[in-house]
């Protein structure tokens, strides 16, 4: 149980020609569940080479608790890695298990009674005896959470742990690793590109740009409600967050085809400051009546999301936004939109989050 930081990390693979990650700083308490997330590309494997030791960083330092550790190689670390594709050897579960205390000196007995109590853990108990390699994917990757486990590493490192599980399986990977987070206090940080897992999995979520930089480090409140950059509101959510031109005149958004009114402290930034308004499909209000402060937007086309919910593409002029509507409206209609007030974001030229 360590903690991580991540001071200043920047790596390039190509001598500093293009960077994989970009001036990273990160903090991970001990014992407390982390999802790194971002999209394909965004340097998550990068990062986490560079806390096991499997890359050292062209840039930064690393260190565990105050012991500056950016030299020293994985097996100095404690860490334990587990992989997208479940590694298993081709031996029962209960030898795949033992397999990390080879050149551990303690008794057979020992090792044994510490496999079936990380068995235990991982439900593994009844299929002991079983050849690994002949079990499905989610199995496998018990087998391989297990093989971490027993090493006692104080660091869990998961890169992509759940993208070749069968889909109804995942939750159960999902939920033992939270309560072994739980009841071991291990340290976690789980790899993902998959915005549910993150945010199901994370205390706290680091959220990547495309480029390598971390763009917010936060709750998934903080993440959902306060996105710290446009990319991060439109990555998040399904469908990510609407974000549309504006300027600020007095007491008016102008969107070009359309104004609203907002109120002075909601936005008190100079008149014609030029901002990107983001707002939440959920959060758009829709009326397919005329009301006060509704803008008429056109219905172009409507997905069904099941479950009695729609997405609904409204186009106004050359904007068009995203809402998320319990009533299916007909293709070409009029839909009465509100954004209130309370729901919006702003953002600057840059993207960066205004206020
Ligand atoms: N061994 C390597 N040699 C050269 N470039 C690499 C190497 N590994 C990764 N890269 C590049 O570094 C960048 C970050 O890659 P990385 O694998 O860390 O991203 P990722 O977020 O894990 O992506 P994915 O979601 O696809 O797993 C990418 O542009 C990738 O092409
Ligand atoms: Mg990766």
Redesign the pocket.
């Known amino acids: 149980m360590v903690d991580v930081s991540l001071v200043n990390i920047s790596?390039s693979?190509?001598g500093g020609k293009?960077w994989?990650?970009q001036d990273i700083n990160l903090e991970f308490e001990s014992g407390k569940r982390y999802a790194?997330l971002?999209?394909?590309?965004?340097?998550?494997?990068?990062?986490?080479?560079i806390i096991c030791g499997l890359i050292k960083p062209s840039k930064g330092r690393v260190f565990f608790e105050d012991v500056d550790v950016t030299e020293y190689p994985p097996e100095k670390r404690n860490v334990a890695i587990v992989f997208?594709f479940p590694v298993v050897y081709k031996m029962t579960v209960l030898e795949n298990l033992l397999f990390p205390l080879m050149n551990v000196k303690i008794s057979k007995d020992e090792k044994i009674n510490k496999a079936k109590e990380v068995a235990s853990l991982l439900k593994l108990e009844g299929i002991l005896k079983e050849p690994a390699h002949r079990l499905g994917p989610a199995d496998r990757q018990r087998i391989a959470i297990g093989r971490a486990l027993i090493r006692n590493a104080g660091i869990i490192l998961l890169?992509?742990p759940m993208s070749s599980i069968e889909p109804d399986r995942k939750y159960e990977i999902k939920k033992l690793l939270i309560d072994i987070s739980r009841s071991l206090k291990r340290t976690m940080i789980f790899?993902?590109?998959d915005q549910t897992e993150a945010l199901t999995f994370g205390e706290k979520i680091a959220v990547?740009s495309p480029k390598?930089r971390l763009l917010q480090f936060g709750n998934f409140d903080e993440i959902y409600h306060k996105p710290s950059h446009e990319f991060v509101g439109f990555f998040i959510g399904f469908p990510g967050m609407n974000l549309i031109e504006a300027v600020l005149e007095n007491n008016f958004l102008n969107f070009g085809s359309f104004k609203i009114s907002i109120r002075k402290e909601i936005i008190p930034l100079k008149t014609g400051t030029r901002l990107k308004v983001g707002i939440r499909p959920e959060h758009v209000r829709v009326s397919t009546v005329q009301l006060e402060g509704h803008i008429p937007f056109k219905v172009v086309y409507v997905e069904d999301l099941g479950r009695g919910k729609c997405i609904l593409h409204l186009q106004n002029d050359s904007i068009i936004i995203k809402a998320i509507s319990e009533k299916e409206l007909p293709i070409h209609s009029t839909a009465w939109v509100k954004f209130p007030e309370d729901y919006l974001n702003f953002f600057d030229e840059s993207g960066q989050r205004i206020m």
Do not use: F, I, N
């Not at 971002?38 to 080479?49: D, Q």
């Open positions: 790596h693979y190509d293009t994989a990650v790194l971002g999209p394909s590309g965004c340097g998550k494997t990068t990062l986490l080479k997208q890169d992509e790899v993902t590109h990547m390598g």
